[in-house]
């Protein structure tokens, strides 16, 4: 038995998941508490914005739960969140300035009473 080059076999692992991902695979979407799906079906990924799992046919949900870790480790890698984590960060960061703002503002009106405060009970027992 001849063995394959792992180049090829990895080209051929590429190119069934692209095949996968280019044509419209059936899938099933089960929330919590919901009955499993048939047996021809795996389990794929959970996505968790939805909370729902995800199941494709058994051969494809292999391909598809790869497509998926290998997208998330490539964005990792490239120091790029993937699009919700982006979005989630630029939100929290805006919060974040703006509730600093807020307390630099306060703080600052806070100093410019205690020092009103502290002139006029200056100016009182001078007076």
């Known amino acids: ?9 990895l080209v051929a692992i590429l190119v069934a ?21 048939p ?18 046919p058994i051969p494809f949900n292999y391909l598809v739960r790869a497509q998926r870790e290998i997208a998330y480790l490539w964005d990792r890698t490239r120091s790029k969140w993937p699009e919700r984590d982006r979005e989630m ?7 974040e300035l703006e509730a600093y703002k807020m307390g630099v503002e306060r703080g600052a ?4 009473k205690r020092i009103l405060n502290h002139l006029d009970g200056h ?4 007076g």
């Open 39 to 56: 047996w021809y079906y795996g389990y794929s990924y959970m996505d968790w914005p939805m909370m729902v799992a995800v199941f494709h």
């Open 109 to 112: 009106g806070e100093l410019a």
């Open 17 to 37: 998941i692209v095949v996968a991902m280019a044509l419209r695979i059936p899938e099933m979407t089960m929330t919590e508490g919901e009955m499993l799906p």
């Open 1 to 9: 038995m001849a063995s394959m080059d792992p180049s090829v076999a």
């Open 89 to 95: 960060a630029q939100i929290i960061r805006a919060h």
């Open 123 to 126: 100016s009182r027992l001078e």
